[in-house]
């Protein structure tokens, strides 16, 4: 029977999401996902994990991430601190191949679900030099000789905040999906999961406020969900009245991180 992910208590999925992902699964490709921080990207991946019931690899990507790093390494300090203590197996170059998350993926016996995050943080040769690998799903490792074939296709999802262009070779082997940031009455079913009592007048007031501060013009970083969620648990922890939210905006600090914009907001305000 095949796989099919459904989102979950914990994570709410859009309808053509959730469609993304499960195309992906079937056509057995990588699912690029973009969209502005706080979208739940990541916890995507973590969800259609735990949703499936399958080991999360997460490969986090740096400006300094090589591509070979996901496949393995040869610890050639390790090598030579055991030659040069008489250690046994030092003869054994496998013994000192350790593999990445990619490699892990490969390696392992059951199927997992392979997060490769924030991809677009490398630099531009990276995605294509994943090309080989997320198409044949194999690599080769140069010091043994060896071919590494997945025993089981992972389930890869990439994430990207659209930092830099992705090469087109790459972006025609994945299924592409952007997730728009949630409306309101989505973002009324996202916030309830993080809540086992939520206030509704608090909620409307709430929701009203940050949905006005992200329309402002000229607020350079948009608060996002998660910052909403903090923005709450700190309104019902102050015990704020919901009739103050909209003019005073009490603790604006947890939604906006930026002098200009907390002054924009301040304009707003007066």
């Known amino acids: ?12 999925a859009s309808e053509e999401l959730m469609n993304a992902v499960n195309i ?3 056509l057995e490709k990588p699912l690029l996902i973009k969209g502005e921080p706080g979208t739940g990207k990541t916890m995507l991946a973590e969800a259609v994990a735990k949703s499936l019931d399958k080991e999360l690899l997460i490969w986090s990507i740096k400006s300094t991430t090589k591509a070979a790093e996901g496949l393995y390494t040869y610890d050639t300090i390790q ?3 055991d030659s040069q203590f008489g250690e046994e197996g030092v003869e054994d170059i496998g013994h000192y191949i350790r593999l990445g998350k990619m490699g892990e993926a490969f390696a392992s016996e059951k199927q997992v679900v392979l997060l490769i995050d924030e991809i677009d943080k490398a630099d531009l040769e990276f995605p294509n030099d994943l090309l080989w690998e997320l198409d044949k799903m194999e690599f080769y490792i140069r010091e043994t ?3 590494v074939t997945a025993k089981q296709r992972p389930i890869v999802i990439i994430t990207s905040n659209a930092e830099k262009e992705l090469p087109d070779a790459f972006l025609r082997r994945c299924i592409f999906h952007y997730i728009e940031f949630p409306g309101p009455e989505l973002m009324e079913e996202i916030v309830r999961t993080h809540f086992d009592e939520l206030d509704d007048h608090l909620l409307k007031e709430a929701m009203d406020a940050f949905y006005m501060i992200r ?3 000229l607020i350079r970083k948009k608060p996002s969900t998660s910052e909403l969620i903090d923005w709450l ?7 704020i009245d919901p009739d103050r939210i909209a003019a005073e ?3 604006a600090g947890v939604l906006l991180k930026k002098d200009e914009d907390l002054e924009e907001l301040k ?3 007066q």
């Open 1 to 12: 029977m095949a796989q099919t992910f459904t989102g979950s208590r914990e994570y709410v």
């Open 24 to 26: 992906a699964m079937a």
């Open 79 to 81: 090598r030579l601190y």
């Open 145 to 147: 000789k060896e071919t």
């Open 215 to 217: 329309g402002l013009k």
């Open 233 to 239: 648990r700190a309104l019902m922890i102050g015990g």
């Open 249 to 251: 905006i009490p603790f």
């Open 267 to 269: 304009k707003k305000l």
